[in-house]
């Protein structure tokens, strides 16, 4: 299978990046995980990758708090922000904050990939 490009997809639902992670491999992604903002912020210094699939709602950091870090940072990946609450506010501050999609959870496979095609190519 050909290899598309590189997911880190940020979440501290395990069994969520369990299945998440196998879908997106499964279509040619290459995948790595990060259950928190930290090791998330770790993990986007020590590769590139073009795309971070970034929970709201985590313990410690959360999503917005991870944006910020990476806007700082001037992060050239695309992200896509995920939660589980659909809270127009958080979205609006996502966008302010770099993110170049907002999903709810729990997400629908199909229309996540369209997403994340549609992000990764878009300008
Ligand atoms: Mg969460």
């Known amino acids: 299978m050909t290899n598309l490009e590189s997911i ?8 969520l990046t369990k299945v998440l992670s ?3 491999q499964s279509v040619g992604y290459d995948v790595q995980i990060a259950t928190n903002g930290k ?3 770790e993990k986007s210094e020590k590769g590139f990758f073009e795309l971070i699939l970034l929970d ?3 313990p410690g950091m959360d999503g917005l708090e991870v944006l910020k ?3 700082k940072k001037s992060y050239p990946g695309k992200i896509i922000l995920m939660t589980g609450y659909a809270d127009l ?3 609006m501050d ?3 904050l770099g993110a170049s999609d907002f999903l709810s959870k729990p997400y629908d496979i199909d229309e996540l990939l369209i997403t994340i095609r549609k992000v990764l190519h878009s300008e």
């Open 8 to 15: 880190l997809i940020v979440d501290d639902d395990a069994s």
């Open 22 to 24: 196998g879908e997106l």
């Open 39 to 41: 090791e998330a912020l």
């Open 56 to 58: 709201w709602k985590m």
């Open 69 to 71: 870090e990476l806007q």
């Open 89 to 91: 506010n958080v979205a």
């Open 94 to 96: 996502a966008r302010r």
